[in-house]
């Protein structure tokens, strides 16, 4: 006689539970069937050995998968059996179920204690491979976890960040979208709203449920729901329209094809496990005798309800006549043989850990030891190591009693002929390496028949040159766009970036560009008007040079120390052209160049009028009787007065040059969007040094031309030099708080301007009165007329 070992199933249906049969229930428990027959049919796997069964219903309740697991721990009758040979003492193995995971749990925790193993085909929490509650527990389907990050990816791939989330108020649901949830999270997605029901809610918590859903402006919902829960709230919303809506589901639905009567979820897509074939499944399903129906409630409750036949009165008598063959129902459809291959490879790991615990070899050599007892606990330990392939279906369990997670992506499409059909578009395998997981081989059919990628984000994508903005009391998604800040773009529609400290965004703040480089050039109007100036006021000193020289046997010449005016008028000059020096790009020579080419040669021009005062002065005193004083300023030392004047400013130049150099320098603090090109001082000390060695001169100069102005107009030039020290000084008392303020190349303008103004001061007011006696009035030209004043 054979050794016998028994399976227990908590699938359907001793107990009669409220609402109609699930068919596909029913044909998961049907493959269980054939799986063990196959087995005992077979000489390779348990040789010698048959597998009886015991089949339960815990109608997807807690309370009676507890009941369940109390009746087949205590050994009630089997529901089904297989052979005449069964007998009653054939020990209890292990479990295969529950299709829920709060029912699993509850019989997880029941069963553990005697160390009998449970495989689920169904159950998907990911709660259930912690292994310090559950040790007991294994599955053939894999866990949520990678569905739901899987779920994640998906809707991050579509980038929809504004979804609504649904979910089964049950271990399920509660752990699969706490899962989704924070994979979300983690991908950038929000959540407008995320609600729960359970099928046994009163009416209006499920009509809640579906108003939050037709209210919402999330587009994207997904649902990690069972099919039992799902199907009650598409119920629910089949009855008011609503706006469109696409919808992303979890296993448990989106693989149900009595779902896909509900027109509205068309374009539907999520994962579900890949679809395999058994052969010889549909037609052991198939071949279903009446008598055999007749002997079970469950057969006899899926018969009348598939032929809407009955022993009552208002329907006809089931009297065996019924067609199966053709019968179109999920019990009967195999075209989708998802889950009930997790059931079928349940079952084979079962028989293939009791093999290898009983069994040497694994083929028609093995020897198996029928005098062996065998425990639970040696399945249990067995388990853990299966690792074979069945019809081409590897089967094998980690650490946790997870399987490899496979799954495929699928859509429904709409036909022409109105069905909604399940069509695989992808797959995602969570061994494969990061970002390889996922693909996409196939078109897919979104919502209302569209091939147009649905939108849902709660704000849409901020233009380049702009940036997001939080709205308050909002998730992140949820943004308002508003320019960059100034000197900022955004070219990534990420956040914003500053330019390059010499860039400068453009008009629309999506590139940087140059800034523009901003220097008092020759191309300017104003450089164009200052050195038009500053090459007239050369012109005019060389010009009065000329004229001097050409007259310089004259009184008007003569009287008026032509020795000091022609180097005054040559100082002048340079004077002049040393402005120039400040137009174009500053260069570290140019800038050396104009600062002290300036202080030298105003110190050279101011030490000629100095000199020039000196004279009169001198002058002045020699025409009283008894004085000599002319023979201790002669020309001699007013040559030696001027020098050394001058080599003291040579002086402080050089050591500022020497020190501390004027250098170019590119000016980014002045102005944002532009570049000033300027000569930066180098030395502070310096450059004041020289500007106040320039003004010492300058005020001892007009101390003295203030003390000789009402001297004999005949012999000097007192009045005129107090006037030209007068503008001189005026304008450079203004210059200093005007260069000081003044901002970019308007600095240099100033600069110019203080020393064209006191240049055309000084050539106007000393050269000017004598240039006309010499050309316009040569009567008065002459040593009578110059006596006469002089008399009078």
Known sequence: MDTFYNIYS???????????????????SRAMIFAIEEINNNTELLPGIK???????????????????????????????????????????????????????????????????QVSHFATCACLSDKQQYPNFFRTIPSDQFQAEALAKLVKHFGWNWIGAVRSDSDYGNNGMASFLQAAQKEGICVEYSVSFYRTNPQSRIQKVADVIRRSKAVVVVAFASFGDMKILLEELSREPFPPRQWIGSESWVTNTELTRYSFCAGAIGFGIPKSAIPGLREFLLNLSFSEVTTSSVLTEFWEDAFNCAATVDKKVCDGTEDIQNLQSQYTDTSQLRITNMVYKAVYAIAHAIHNAVCLGKNVTAQCNKLTKLEPKQVLTELKKVNFSQNGYDVSFNANGDPVANYELVNWQKHESGITEIVTVGLYDASLPVGKEFRINRNITWMEDSAKVPVSVCSGSCPLGTRKVLQKGKPICCYDCIPCPEGEINNITADCLPCHKEFWPNAKRDTCIPKPVEFLSFHDILGIILATFSVLGALLAIITAGVFFYHRTTPVVRANNSELSFLLLISLTLCFLCSLTFIGAPSEWSCMLRHTSFGITFVLCISCVLGKTIVVLMAFKATLPGSNVMKWFGPPQQRMTVVCFTFIQILICTIWLVVSPPFAIKNLTTYKEKIILECALGSAVGFWAVLGYIGLLAAFCFVLAVLARKLPDNFNEAKLITFSMLIFCAVWITFIPAYVSSPGKFTVVVEIFAILASSFGLMLCIFAPKCFIILFKPEKNTKKYLMSKNQS
């Open 10 to 28: 908590s699938i359907p249906k001793p107990v009669k539970c409220k609402g109609s049969i699930d068919t596909r229930g029913l044909r998961f």
């Open 51 to 117: 597998l009886g069964y015991q089949i339960y219903d815990s109608c997807a309740l807690v309370p009676v998968a507890v009941h369940v697991a109390f009746q087949f721990i205590n050994s009630f009758d089997p529901v089904f059996y297989t052979g005449n040979n069964c007998s009653q003492s054939g020990m209890v193995m292990a479990v295969v179920g529950d299709s829920g995971s709060t029912p699993s749990i509850s019989i997880s925790r029941l069963i553990s204690p005697f160390n009998i193993p």
